[in-house]
């Protein structure tokens, strides 16, 4: 893992993007929990932390852990679609760069082997993630996130920008959100913390 890691944090793939390349990711083979995101945003390109911003306190509150848990990479792997900040478009962040996933998903994936809960957030990461949803909208195939539990969990991306969808489908706090608790605690083995 250390090898990997090195070569992704000096990878130039995106030597072309507005603020250069800079990947950012938490892996340790030792992880349970794989959150997949879908590529680092303005701030944490600044700051080189993933989630350390509004989504990340909604992520944690979602899988009622700390920060300190949060990122213990023996605990939980970070894993984006794409490493490094893909720049802004009319409607928020662009894509993730597809040539990150295609030269380093796999290798990444396969380093972790204690991973018992895997989420992925966001339509971009759904898609590589979800190959058999096909054309299936986002809240979709959150809606039937029973299907792939634990393995594979879909999930809106907590942003702040989501508001709509969090008001438009308060199911999703009212039935996955406690069993990602449970189910975190349980992986984890801590007493279960509701947010």
């Not at 393995?151 to 069993?179: G, I, K, T, Y």
Request: proline share 13%.
């Amino acid at each position: 893992m250390e090898s990997l890691l090195a070569r992704i944090r000096s990878c130039t793939l995106c030597t072309g993007l507005p603020l250069g390349p800079r990947p950012i990711l938490q892996a340790d083979p030792r992880a349970r929990i794989l959150i997949v995101g879908q590529a680092p945003g303005r701030i944490t390109h600044a700051k080189g932390r993933p989630f350390d911003d509004p989504s990340g306190d909604r992520l944690r509150r979602w899988l009622g852990v700390d920060r300190g848990q949060f990122y213990d990479p023996a605990l939980f792997a970070l894993v984006p679609m794409g490493f490094c900040y893909p720049g802004t478009g009319r409607g928020g962040d662009l894509p993730p760069r597809p040539e990150c996933a295609a030269t380093w998903r796999r290798p990444v994936l396969e380093a972790l082997p204690a991973i018992s809960l895997t989420l992925v957030l966001g339509e971009f990461a759904q898609k590589w993630h979800f190959p058999e949803s096909g054309r299936t909208s986002l809240a979709g195939r959150v809606a039937r996130w029973r299907e792939t539990w634990p393995d594979r969990v879909p999930m809106p991306h907590p942003s702040p920008r989501n508001q709509r969808w969090f008001r438009d489908h308060p199911w999703f706090e009212a039935e996955l959100v406690p069993a990602l608790q449970a189910e975190t605690a349980r992986i984890l083995g801590v007493p279960a913390r509701p947010a």
